[in-house]
Structures are given as C-alpha cells and as structure tokens.
C-alpha cells in the first residue's frame, strides 16, 4: 500500500483544487442569494450553515453495527487506549466524537441548556469512570442524565488533520432508544466502519440498518470482528456468507476486512508488532490512512455537495418563476397565477388530511399507551397488594405492621414501577417514531408537490431534491425514580388507640393500608401516564406545527416569486428591464455553480 511521494503531492494539489473550487462556488452562491433579499432568506441561512461545515473541514468516521459487535473496543485499539467503556452487555448510549487534542481530556453536552461538563486529568476521577458516568446505559439509564453528546480529546496519530471518530450506540438491543439515537446519528456523519462479527452472523435488522447507512453516507469499510474465536475454516465460511448477504443489498461484494479488536488493543497496549498484524488493525489502520490521505476531502464535499445543489435547485426554481412571469403580458400573468391560487385548496385538502391522519396515528398510540398502562396498573396491583396481604396476614403488631407496610411500599413501588415503565415507554416511543416518520414522508411529499405544480404552470422543468430525508423521532421522557409518589397519609393513629380495642384497631389499620395501598399504586399509574400522554401529544402537535409551517412558507414563496410581476405594471417600465435583466444574471450565476458543482 505504499505511495510514491510524488503521488501525495499530486493528490494534495488535486483535492486542494477541489476544495477552493466548493469553497469558492459556495460563497459566491451565498452572495448570489443574499442579492435576492428576504424572500430567499431560509436558503440563504442553509447555505451558510453548510460553508461553516466545510470551512471546518471536520471528516467524522462513525463506528456503526449492533449492540455488542465490538464497536467501543475497535476504537480503543485504533487509539491504542482503553478508553470507551466496552461490556458484555450493552453498554454505549450516547454518540462520543473523538477529535485531536495534545491532552486527554472530556466535554459532555446536554440536550438541555445547561452547560457543558469538562473532565481534566488533573482531578481524582478517571477519564473511564467519569465516561461511564455519562455514556453508558449502567450509569445513565435511559439518557435520564439529558446528555447529547461527549467529546473526547485525544493524542493519537489516527486524528490528526480533522479526523473525528464517532463512537455509537448499538442497534437492535432491548434499549430502544440506542437504536433511534443510532439512526439519527447518521446525517452527522461522512463514512462508516460498519461491524459485524460472527456471532450470531448478520440479521436482518442490520441489513436493514446497514440499508440506510449507504443511503446517507458516500462511503462504508466493512469489517468482521471477533474473528480469535474462529478457525481458518470458520473464519472463511463466515466471510463467504457475510460478502453474500453484502453482496444482495450492495453492488458486488465489497471488501471485508476481518479483525480481532481485542487481539488489537491487548498488541497495542504491549506494543506487540507482529500481534497488532496478526489481529487484522493494521490492515484497518493503514486503509483508513490510505483513504484519509486520499478520500477524506473528496468524500466529504460529496456530501456537501449534494446539498448545496439542492438549495440551489429550489433558489433557481423560484427565480425562474419570477422571470417567466415577468415575460407574460398582465392578461396572461393574472391567468396563470389564478391557475395556482385554484390548486391551492387540493393542496389544501391534502394537508388536512395528513393533519387527520396524524390526530388518527396520535389516538391510535394513546390507545395503546392506554392499554399498556393497564396492564402495567393490573400487574402493579397483583405483585405489590399480593406482598401487602402477605404481612397482613403474618404480622399481628399493628405499630410493625404499619411500618413494615410503609417501608416495603417505599422500595416496591420505584422498583416495580421504573422497568415497567420504561418498557411502555420504549413501546410507544418505537411506535410513535414510525408514524412520525411516514408522517414526514407525506409532508416532504407535499411540499414538492407545490413546486411541481407551479413549475407545471409556468412551463419550468422541475426537478426533486436529491439529498437524503432527515430521520424523524420522537423521544420520551426520561425516567428517575423521584418519579414515584411512595409516601403514604399520615394517619391520626395514637388518637384510635385510645378509644379502640386492639382488635378492632389492628382491623382497621389493615383496610387502610389496603386503600392507602391501591391509591399509591394508581396515583403513580396516573401520573406516568399523563407524562408520557403529554410528551406524546407535545410531539404530535409540534410535527403538525411544522407541516403547516413548511407548506406555508412554500407557498408564500412561490407566489411572491410569481406576484414579483405583477408589480411591474406599477413601476417604470425601465425599472422592470432591470430588473428582468438582474434576475436573469443572477440566475445564469447560480445555475452555472449548479452545474459545476454537479459535473
Ligand atoms: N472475542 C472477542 N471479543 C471481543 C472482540 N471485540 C470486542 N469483544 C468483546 O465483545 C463485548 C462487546 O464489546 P464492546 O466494544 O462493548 O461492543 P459495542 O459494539 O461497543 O457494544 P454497545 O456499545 O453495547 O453497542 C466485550 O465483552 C468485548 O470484550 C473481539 O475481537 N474478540
Ligand atoms: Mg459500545
């Protein structure tokens, strides 16, 4: 795999090129749009979010697979460090970006607004228990901790020149949530090291998984691991079937590089040359050098490219509208611009319709989260009453029956309740995650619909975006045990005995602890319930909100793309040539950096 160094230089001149050539296209587009004023703002704001990625020149490798595939361990060995927390079971929750920095050190982000947390190595705490604090699904079940993101720093050689490793939760776990965090990761990335390891050998949700991967990202390795545990035969068998399950879903069979990531680290911890070969990370180590020096850049701007291009289809769609309707005579403007308004209430009519269907997904979720909790209120009932009768029937001392009761009630019902729960709300997060997302897909849909419908007007060829849709989600609350109501009523016991025979009173205290009992437990059902119910009809209103919003602004401007003509009957008719003359400059402009950068 060596290179001549003529041939880097040759390769650094040429992606240098590249680079200014992007860069360059970019800002002019940028001034281009910005000349256009307001009606073009949200087109000018997305360019400018993409040149500060570029201008970053950030490339982010993420380390995709299932749950315990041995993603955390692959990055230790590339690091040479046991730094990600590995286990047996699973263990990543939170996406951990890995940069360059001349010192360890750690930051981790909140979904909420509070500030960013910083490990140095100077304090008490190691970095891994600092991490495993935060990161994994032990010390931070369920995300309750809010956290969004870790970034560690890191003085390995890999991550020179921009590279950023990205360590990910695993799919297909009973952590629901991993999955839709590892999904959602996805538009953040530039390529992948996809794992797989032979036990048990790829399924079908990591094809499917593996499926959306090579729809976002340009560019995918793909290893198999745990290979210390095969034979030659095994190791072969295992390659043949991986390359044809690959080979179904990708062009050919790709490359597969077989590896032991633990073999890996243990070489590099001890430094052993001849087992950091034999474990296969050499030979990963080196084609991710190889690529970097090579690909890096361009893969990279292949993806910034492709959205750019899309901005620049819709800014182009809506200048060419502008100049179409300059061209008419008033008659024939009024024509055509009446022609859009009457398509409007279809479109109209669509939209409430996917507003119905959305309500009819929402009532569809709360049926089932209705259910679930029933059941939950059901199995809560019978495991922790059953518990209570079992001390009524026992204990005789009223005052240690009391007490027992109440402190037996006060472990019991976080801990009955906090699995149940999560798991009602893992089924209802999946289940709303997939509405929301086909609901987006309509949306999207629609939105294009607009445009083609105005293009088809105005004798404009149309052309969709091209860039991958966003993976939509919804998430579901975080779960602490301060959740849980576990105190009971005081009672005004030492009143009753005075006045009342023993019997009598022990009689008594056990029906109230029975009622005190089946309150707790429903007035934590009650409670859960609701908070779930609001986050799920928080989601669902804020996903209808931005459909509206989204098409509304489409709307708006396409007609004032088209409405710009009509002023022209107001003004000088000098005025309107320049104005003609300007939109059709500006145009050509942009239609020319299209065409560059797509060729
Ligand atoms: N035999 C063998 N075990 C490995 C290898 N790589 C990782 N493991 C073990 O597999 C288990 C899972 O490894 P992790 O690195 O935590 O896996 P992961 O994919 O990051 O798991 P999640 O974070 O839960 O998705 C650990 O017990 C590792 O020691 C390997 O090459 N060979
Ligand atoms: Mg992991």
């Not at 990055?75 to 046991?82: E, F, K």
């Not at 034979?231 to 597969?256: C, H, M, N, T, Y």
């Not at 996917?354 to 929402?362: P, R």
């Not at 060829?461 to 919804?474: D, G, I, L, Q, V």
Request: proline fraction near 4%.
């Amino acid at each position: 795999m060596s290179k001549l160094p003529e041939e880097d230089v040759a390769h650094e001149v040429q992606e240098q090129r590249l680079h200014n050539t992007l860069e360059g296209s970019l800002t002019q587009a940028i001034s281009c749009v910005d000349s256009l004023g307001n009606a073009y703002l949200d087109n000018y704001n997305e360019l400018n979010s993409l040149q500060k990625r570029l201008v970053a020149g950030q490339f982010r490798l993420a380390v995709l697979g299932q749950f315990k595939r041995g993603k955390s361990t692959l990055i230790n060995a590339l690091l040479g460090d046991t730094l990600l927390p590995t286990d047996i079971l699973p263990v990543t929750a939170i996406p951990t970006f890995i940069a360059y920095a001349d010192v360890v050190c750690a930051q981790v982000h909140f979904i909420t607004e509070a500030d960013p947390i910083h490990f140095s190595t100077s304090g008490n705490q190691s970095l891994a228990d600092f991490l495993s604090d935060y990161v994994t699904e032990t010390g931070n079940p369920d995300n309750h901790r809010q956290v969004e993101r870790v970034e560690i720093g890191h003085p390995a050689q890999l991550l020179r020149q921009g590279v950023v490793l990205i360590d990910t939760p695993g799919i297909g776990s009973t952590h629901k949530h991993n999955t839709e965090v590892a999904y959602q990761i996805l538009p953040q990335c530039d390529a992948a090291l996809f794992l797989v390891s032979p036990d048990p050998p790829i399924t079908e949700v990591e094809l499917d998984y593996l499926k959306e991967i090579c729809q976002q990202l340009p560019r995918t390795f793909y290893l198999l691991n745990k290979i210390d545990f095969l034979s030659e035969k095994e190791r072969i068998a295992s390659l043949r079937f991986l390359g044809d399950q690959l080979s179904v879903l990708l062009d050919g069979v790709p490359q597969i590089i077989p590896v032991s990531a633990r073999n890996g680290l243990a070489a590099r911890l001890t430094g052993d040359q001849q087992s950091w070969k034999n474990s296969g990370m050499q030979l990963v180590e080196q084609s991710l050098i190889d690529f970097f020096a090579r690909e890096k850049q361009q893969t990279l701007q292949d993806s910034l490219r492709r959205r750019i291009c899309d901005q620049l289809v819709h800014v182009c769609l809506q200048l060419q509208l502008s100049l179409s309707a300059l061209m008419l005579s008033d008659e024939e403007l009024t024509q055509r611009i009446d022609k859009f308004r009457q398509s409007l209430p279809d479109i109209e009519r669509e939209k409430l319709a996917a507003e119905d269907v959305l309500s009819g997904d929402l009532k569809r979720v709360e049926g089932k989260l209705s259910q679930e909790i029933n059941n939950v209120r059901q199995r809560g009932k019978e495991k922790i009453l059953h518990q209570l009768e079992v001390y009524f029937q026992t204990i005789a001392d009223t005052e240690e029956l009391e007490r027992l009761v109440r402190t037996s009630l006060g472990a019991e019902i976080p801990q009955f309740f906090a699995p149940e729960m999560r798991r009602v709300a893992d089924v209802i997060q999946l289940e709303a995650t997939n509405l929301l997302s086909l609901h987006q897909d309509r949306s999207n849909r629609l939105i294009e619909k607009v445009r083609k419908i105005a293009a088809d007007i105005f004798d404009i060829p149309y052309r969709a975006p091209t860039a991958a849709e966003s993976y939509t989600t919804f998430s579901g609350p975080s779960w602490s045990s301060d959740l849980f109501i576990s105190d009971m009523d005081p009672l005004g016991q030492r009143i009753s005995r005075k006045f009342l025979t023993h019997k009598f009173r022990h009689r008594r205290t056990i029906s109230r602890l029975r009622d005190e009992g089946r309150k707790l437990i429903n007035q934590n059902v009650e409670q859960i319930s609701w908070t779930l119910r609001l986050g799920l009809e928080e989601s669902f209103r804020q996903y209808g909100a931005g459909l509206t919003e989204q098409l509304d602004k489409t709307i708006s401007a396409t007609r004032a793309a088209m409405e710009v003509a009509l002023k022209k009957s107001e003004t000088q008719a000098f005025e309107t040539a320049s104005q003609e003359l300007y939109l059709k400059q500006t145009l050509a402009k942009l239609q020319e950096i299209q065409h560059s950068l797509e060729s």
